[in-house]
C-alpha cells in the first residue's frame, strides 16, 4: 500500500511539473502577443485586432490563474475556473463596447497591419495550443485554459479573414463583423466554463458536505 501510494504521488508531481512548465511558456508567449496586439490594433484601428489583444490579455490572465492552482487542490482549481469564466465575459462585453463605438465614429483599418499581425498572432496560438494538448483531460484546470487556446485559433484566423475583406471591400464592417463574433465566441466560452466550474466546485465540496453529515450524526 504504501508503495502504491508513493508511485501515485510521484506520477502526481511529475504530471503538476509538466504542467507549470507549460503554463509559463504559455503564459510568456500570450503576455507578448497582447503587447504587440493592442499596440498594432490602435495604429490600425482595427476592432478585429483590439478584440483579439483582449483575447491574448484574457489568457495571459487565464494562465497565470492556473499556474498558482496547479499544486492546489479541486475546490481551488474550480474557484480559478469560475474566476476565469468571469474574465471571459468581461472581456467579451468589452468588446462589444469598442464595436458599437467603431460603428458611431467610422474608420477604415490598414490591412497590412492587420494581416501582419494576425499571421504572428496565429503562429504562436498554435504553438500554445500543441503544448496544451496532452493536458487537456488532466483536470477542470488544464481543461478551461485549453478552451481558450482553441478559441485563440479560431479568432486569429476570424481576423486573417477580416483582413482580406477590408482590402478586398475597402470597408470597416468585415472588421466589425469579426469583432462581434470574436464578443460572441468570448461570451459562451465563458458559460461553458463557469458551468464546467461549477460541477467542480459540486464534486470537490461532496466529500466534506458528506464527512459534515455523518459527524453530525454521530454528535448526541
Known amino acids: 500500500?504504501?508503495?502504491?501510494?508513493?508511485?501515485?504521488?510521484?506520477?502526481?508531481?511529475?504530471?503538476?511539473t509538466n504542467q507549470r512548465r507549460v503554463l509559463v511558456v504559455v503564459l510568456l508567449i500570450n503576455s507578448l502577443?497582447?503587447?504587440?496586439?493592442?499596440?498594432?490594433g490602435l495604429?490600425?484601428?482595427?476592432?478585429?485586432l483590439l478584440a483579439d489583444s483582449l483575447d491574448m490579455l484574457a489568457d495571459a490572465l487565464v494562465y497565470g490563474f492556473s499556474l498558482y492552482v496547479v499544486s492546489r487542490d479541486d475546490l481551488w482549481k474550480a474557484r480559478s475556473a469560475t474566476i476565469k469564466g468571469w474574465v471571459m465575459m468581461l472581456f467579451g462585453i468589452s468588446v462589444?463596447?469598442?464595436?458599437?463605438?467603431?460603428?458611431?465614429?467610422?474608420?477604415?483599418?490598414?490591412?497590412?497591419?492587420?494581416?501582419?499581425?494576425a499571421l504572428l498572432a496565429l503562429i504562436g496560438n498554435t504553438t500554445c495550443l500543441l503544448l496544451l494538448w496532452r493536458h487537456r483531460s488532466d483536470d477542470?484546470?488544464?481543461?478551461?485554459?485549453?478552451?481558450?487556446?482553441?478559441?485563440?485559433?479560431?479568432?486569429?484566423?476570424?481576423?486573417?479573414?477580416?483582413?482580406?475583406?477590408v482590402w478586398f471591400f475597402v470597408s470597416q464592417i468585415p472588421d466589425i463583423v469579426v469583432g462581434l463574433g470574436i464578443a460572441a465566441l468570448f461570451l459562451r466560452s465563458a458559460v461553458s466554463v463557469l458551468q464546467d466550474a461549477g460541477v467542480a466546485r459540486a464534486t470537490a465540496l461532496q466529500p466534506a458536505a458528506q464527512l459534515q453529515e455523518v459527524t453530525g450524526l454521530q454528535q448526541p
Open 1 to 16: 500500500m504504501t508503495s502504491c501510494c508513493a508511485d501515485t504521488e510521484s506520477e502526481l508531481e511529475k504530471m503538476q
Open 33 to 40: 502577443l497582447f503587447l504587440v496586439e493592442i499596440t498594432a
Open 43 to 48: 495604429v490600425a484601428s482595427s476592432t478585429a
Open 96 to 117: 462589444l463596447a469598442h464595436t458599437f463605438y467603431k460603428i458611431s465614429f467610422p474608420q477604415v483599418p490598414s490591412f497590412s497591419i492587420i494581416e501582419s499581425i
Open 140 to 165: 477542470v484546470n488544464m481543461r478551461s485554459i485549453w478552451l481558450c487556446s482553441r478559441n485563440d485559433i479560431i479568432a486569429n484566423v476570424s481576423v486573417l479573414a477580416a483582413g482580406v475583406c
